[in-house]
């Protein structure tokens, strides 16, 4: 498998598998737009391994993101966390069993009602993030960075951007309460359930 060492180096590190053998590990390559994503067998336990993606430390604060997900997790609504190491990216989360709210389970009516209460139980849990995320202000650090990396830019974006800014502008005057959000529930993200949903 590819990585294989990779997942492998990052299990024995952490200090629950560190006398752990390899062979006694089933791993399982999961999606993954952004990082790779890892289903891990250790007896009966299965777990998420996400090892970073390559540049990923160029645009992600892990220190912000492992608050953001411990405060996910307190609310209920994401996975516990068993290990994140914010040097590297690493994290070990619970795996969490279950299908993913995608195109045609967005259909059903009660699917999109569940997944609602769950982000309402973020949306209220009364936390903070360690600093705002503003979408409009990461939209443009990504620009900055393509540019920098002098990659080109997908037909349409100007016009998708300049459309954009007009929502901007309705949000820039109405300002509401900032609370904490998922901003990625998109459920090909990494092919898992990302927000637990109960029954």
Do not use: W
């Amino acid at each position: 498998m590819q990585h294989y060492k990779e997942v492998i180096s990052a299990l024995t590190n952490i200090t629950r598998f560190r006398h752990v053998k390899s062979d006694d590990f089933f791993i399982e390559r999961l999606g993954g737009l952004t990082n790779l994503v890892f289903r891990v067998q250790h007896e009966q336990q299965h777990y998420l391994l996400r090892l970073p993606g390559k540049g990923t430390e160029e645009y992600i604060n892990r220190a912000d993101e492992h608050r953001a997900a411990q405060i996910a997790a307190d609310a209920g609504v994401s996975a516990q966390l068993y290990y994140f190491d914010e040097s590297n990216g690493i994290m070990l989360a619970e795996f969490i069993e279950g299908a993913t709210l995608n195109s045609e389970r967005f259909k059903d009516i009660g699917s999109v009602r569940r997944a609602g209460r769950a982000l309402h139980r973020m949306h209220s849990s009364g936390e903070k993030f360690a600093k705002p995320f503003n979408v409009f202000e990461q939209i443009d650090e990504y620009l900055e960075l393509v540019v920098k990396l002098n990659a080109s830019l997908p037909e349409g974006y100007t016009q998708v951007k300049n459309d954009a800014g007009q929502v901007r502008r309705a949000l820039q005057s109405s300002p509401v309460p900032l609370v904490p959000c998922h901003c990625d529930p998109l459920a090909e993200t990494d092919g898992r359930p990302c927000v637990r949903i109960e029954p």
